[in-house]
Structure formats: structure tokens, C-alpha cells
């Protein structure tokens, strides 16, 4: 089992910036892939940004350059960097981590919210 535990949302003006930190603990030696996905009200899941399992990272397309996924393998944490937040950036983040045999798990989510 995986547990992930997401922190650092919250509430900024359009422009802002945030960091989102999800910290993973309990098998994480099982872990092929995480990253970050989020879900606006009456919108689907989409993703934000992962480490593939080969290392490399994949973002969004609405991400254009303004946010930064990376990691402290020691740690065992993930963070997303956002800058120039948009009103439309406004969901729940949710920090996702699919292991070696295809199981996910998902934390509780952080609200961001970007008023203009």
C-alpha cells in the first residue's frame, strides 16, 4: 500500500503562486509512476504533471511552460510548482502514484483557488 498526503493549497490572486507538496510513504519502492491531476467542479480528472517510469515528465497541455514538477527521492516527495495561476487553474489537486502492477492511489486532494 501507498499513502500519499498532499499540502500547500490554497487561495491566490490570478498571477500568484503556489507549491504543492505530496509526500508518500509506505511502499513506495512499488511505485512506476506519480504526479499531479486535477478536477474542477462538474469537469473530469485531467492530469497536470508526472514522472513517467523511465523519469521523464509529461504535462498537461494547458500547463504551457508555467508549471514545474519535481522530486526529492530521498524524501520521498513531489512537488508542483505553479506560477502565473489563471482563474481557470481553480480544482482540487490530487497527487496520484500507479505502481509496478498497475494499482493507484490517490491522496485526499488540496483546493487551489485563483480568483481574478
Known amino acids: 500500500q501507498v499513502q500519499l498526503v498532499e499540502s500547500g493549497g490554497g487561495s491566490v490572486q490570478a498571477g500568484g503562486s503556489l507549491r504543492l507538496s505530496c509526500a508518500a510513504s509506505g511502499s513506495t519502492f512499488s511505485i512506476k509512476s506519480i504526479g499531479w491531476y486535477r478536477q474542477a467542479p462538474g469537469k473530469q480528472r485531467e492530469l497536470v504533471a508526472h514522472?513517467?517510469?523511465?523519469?521523464?515528465?509529461n504535462y498537461g497541455d494547458f500547463v504551457k511552460g508555467r508549471f514545474t514538477i519535481a522530486r526529492d527521492n530521498a524524501e520521498n516527495t513531489v512537488y508542483l510548482q505553479m506560477n502565473s495561476l489563471k482563474p481557470e487553474d481553480t480544482a482540487i489537486y490530487y497527487c496520484n502514484a500507479r505502481t509496478w502492477n498497475l494499482l493507484d492511489y490517490w491522496g485526499q486532494g488540496t483546493q487551489v483557488t485563483v480568483s481574478s
Open positions: 514522472f513517467s517510469r523511465d523519469g521523464n515528465t
